[in-house]
């Protein structure tokens, strides 16, 4: 039985990670599939791998998990402030800005995008879900009662100590206005 949950837990990691990155894209056709089968239901789906990720054999999955969750987290962040500065009215942006022709935030173009899509993809994942016919806000009810497990509780305190640890980067980058380090793989 152990056996079967490594290889399981490989397989997941394979499909859905590349480069120690979720493959957003890949959860996307996933769903799309899945919503054209009428047999497919999202609880069946997620609960199993809940139960691998927050197993004793999960740690390699609960690693990426965290790493992923917390991208995910500052993109949506980003990308909300962003949005929000650029629906601004234009005589209050200078000072937004404090008076930089850039924006307020110092982060690269490339940077900026890749967080824009990244929040993009989940939003739509997140439609995609929602919209299913399949969708019933029930289905997290078995979701709550894993998450209610100590491995969860552990689980989810390395989430939000991350993105703590993120946004306070974030931050302090911005106050003192350090140039954005280059994104590996953008020349």
Do not use: C, H
Not at 24 to 29: A, F, G, I, P, T
Not at 89 to 99: M, T
Request: zero cysteines.
């Amino acid at each position: 039985r152990s056996m079967l949950i490594l290889i399981l837990r490989d397989a997941l990691i394979e499909l859905l990670f590349k480069d120690e990155k979720f493959r957003w894209n890949r959860l996307e056709n996933l769903l799309v599939q899945g919503r054209q089968d009428r047999e497919f239901v999202a609880k069946d789906a997620l609960q199993p791998v809940l139960k691998l990720l927050l197993g004793p054999d999960g740690e390699n999955l609960r690693v990426l998990v965290v790493k992923e969750a917390v991208r995910v987290t500052e993109a949506i962040t980003f990308g909300t402030l962003i949005d929000s500065y650029n629906a601004a009215p234009e005589f209050l942006k200078p000072l937004i800005s404090n008076g930089n022709p850039a924006g307020p935030f110092k982060i690269s173009d490339v940077e900026r995008e890749q967080m824009l899509e990244l929040r993009d993809t989940v939003l739509r994942i997140w439609g995609l879900l929602r919209s299913s016919d399949t969708f019933d806000p029930s289905l997290l009810q078995p979701i709550v009662q894993v998450l209610q497990e100590r491995e969860a509780r552990v689980f989810g305190s390395r989430i939000a100590g991350g993105v703590s640890q993120r946004l306070a980067a974030r931050l302090l980058q911005q106050l003192l206005r350090i140039p954005p380090a280059p994104v590996p793989g953008s020349s």
